[in-house]
């Protein structure tokens, strides 16, 4: 059986950033038949629809990696109070020229972590509206807002017993929902 192929972008180019951390933790707990890839957001020129007609290498192949995909996992931060620029530079690369979307019809996955006390909220929600405009089928539920707090990762990156068991649920409702769009 082939392996269930999911483009995870991440919304943080930060080094040690913590969506990455938990993106990473996230594939896993996915069952053993999904393979998880974060693709490379941080290289993509800024979005210009002069663009549209040659598009740029990385763009192309941010592109071929989500067609390729099977399932889209987004794990971003919030920044001010909504998506990270990066993140949306990439949506909207992905999404041109119009009629040829790379997110159309992919079921997706949306999570996020913070420091903040409304963690990723937000971020979510705008991402979730974004998501909606280019036919692409999120999961409603369950929603995961993540604080990043002591014990959420142990030393290995592998995340910490308090969160485990929350998120095993929400990767396995995840799986599920790709497996159902799929099918």
């Not at 969506?19 to 210009?48: H, T, V």
């Not at 071929?64 to 996992?73: F, N, P, T, V």
């Not at 992905?94 to 937000?122: E, H």
Request: include cysteine.
């Amino acid at each position: 059986m082939d392996k269930c192929q999911i483009a995870v972008i991440v919304g943080s180019l930060r080094r040690d950033s913590f969506n990455r951390k938990l993106a990473s933790a996230m594939a896993k707990l996915a069952p053993s038949e999904f393979l998880f890839k974060q693709l490379e957001i941080g290289d993509l020129p800024l979005y210009d629809q002069d663009d549209d007609a040659k598009q740029a290498e990385s763009v192309l192949r941010l592109k071929s990696e989500i067609k390729a995909a099977q399932g889209l996992l987004f794990v971003t931060a919030e920044y001010n109070r909504s998506i990270p620029g990066v993140l949306k530079n990439a949506i909207d690369h992905a999404s041109r020229p119009y009629g040829q979307s790379a997110w159309t019809g992919k079921p997706a996955g949306v999570l996020g972590v913070s420091v903040g006390a409304i963690d990723t909220a937000l971020a979510q929600q705008h991402l979730r509206n974004v998501l909606a405009s280019l036919d692409v089928a999120v999961m409603g539920q369950p929603e995961a807002f993540i604080q990043a707090k002591e014990g959420l990762f142990d030393a290995a990156g592998n995340l910490g017993a308090e969160s485990k068991t929350f998120l095993q649920g929400w990767i396995n409702r995840y799986c599920a929902w790709v497996k159902w769009h799929t099918a």
